[in-house]
């Protein structure tokens, strides 16, 4: 029987019960679980054969939330104006009457640029390729006037508006002006002499059927 690593504040202990459960139930689940209330941490907890406290793993669109840290840290230094339009600070973005969408609207997920024709290689997406092949696309719908999740373009659009506004990447203003002073343990772009603390998210191909494990790939 697997047991888990860290602590439960009293009041959370159906937090751990139900994490111990899962390890119980499945001799490879693998994960932690961090809770904070009131800005006090009330769980965390480590479990599995692959994951231990210090284990590094992707986090998806969590890495949205960090990365509008910065943006906002622009808007605070006046380096960046939600109410003035993305086209002010990127000309090429106003192709095809993109050319008065607000950058608030933009962070907004309103750019109608939820992908592109062909869409995007995995070793373009960190380019100035991406963000040309953005600047020159034509919506899908009147920017500014709709919402519409942009899952992967957001991260273009906000790493071309810190270039732009900044003269300098995202993630190197993350790491800078937050990771380093903050020793924060959360990472846009994992060091290399990082990798071994790295292990992939596992998930099932489909619910339910146990016997199909994947790796997923997250940016």
Partial sequence: MQTSHGFAAPGFDNVLELFES????D????????AYHHGTRV???TGGP???????????SCSKGVAAMVVALLVQDGLLNLDGTVASYWPEFGAHGKDRLLVREALSHQ???LGLEGGFGLDEFTTPAAAERLAAAKPTWQPGRQFGYHALTIGILM?????????????SLYERRIRKPENVDFFLGLPAD????YRDVLY??????????????TA
């Fill in 27 to 34: 001799s490879g689940y693998s994960a932690q679980v961090a």
């Fill in 204 to 217: 099932q191909d489909r619910p339910g059927n146990p016997g199909s494990i994947h790796s997923a790939w």
């Fill in 194 to 197: 990082l990798e071994p603390r």
């Fill in 22 to 25: 899962f390890l119980v139930e």
């Fill in 159 to 171: 790493e071309e508006l810190c270039r732009r506004a900044a003269g300098e990447s995202l993630q």
């Fill in 43 to 45: 769980v965390d907890l």
């Fill in 50 to 60: 692959d994951m231990s406290p210090d284990t590094l793993t992707g986090a998806y």
């Fill in 111 to 113: 750019a109608g640029l």
